[in-house]
């Protein structure tokens, strides 16, 4: 990707130059049935000229389906961008008009047969802010039922693997899991589900009895 650097010191000195650049030409280079690209001639906040290279995929959202049992649903397919196949969560492209949460039931059912009874959404991210429009809308999807047949792609081929949720952590620590929205999305439902054991826990001991109240034993 082309593009002109501007040091910090130069851009920010004294805070007179607003870190914005504008754009004055676009081109576009490619139209696919995925994805477009385009070329942007834009003015740096020094008054140079700079080309940047933009990618423009359609909005996405991501799925971190966990059973009643504690397991995630991850799918196992070939991506032939890095030619090999590895661990994700089930995601998908959002239609024009589609609510995030309609789409995120509508592909956890597709990729892995299941439909979850509650969504909660955990976050949104760009997924390469330096070239691409892309986002990402994360849900953590619980009280997973069966749903219809799984209808996916002609050209998509998966493999449904159900592993217990700790340990599809661990594979991200130890980076066996390397697809960005996957570690996102076990990252964010990590630090949900241990918010909601804590929670549980406090609200458990609040509403044991107190020993000390009880009256004394007679002897």
Partial sequence: MASILVSAQHSFAGGKVKPIERVIRKRVVYVGRYLSTEQQTVVLPDGRQAIRDIVRPPDAVAVVPID????????????????????????????????????????????????????????????AVGFSTGSIVLFLAQGLMAGGAEHRDATEFLEVRAVPFEQAYRWVLANKIVDAKSMIGILWAKQRLDLEESRDRGRTARNRPDRTDRPPRRT
């Fill in 68 to 127: 009643d049992a504690g397991r995630i649903h991850l799918v196992r397919q070939y991506r032939p961008a890095i030619r090999r196949a590895i661990y994700e969560i089930p995601a998908g492209i959002i239609d024009p008009g589609e609510r995030p949460a309609t789409t995120a039931r509508r592909e956890c059912e597709e990729e892995i047969g299941l439909r979850p009874r509650r969504l909660i959404k955990l976050c949104s991210f760009y997924s």
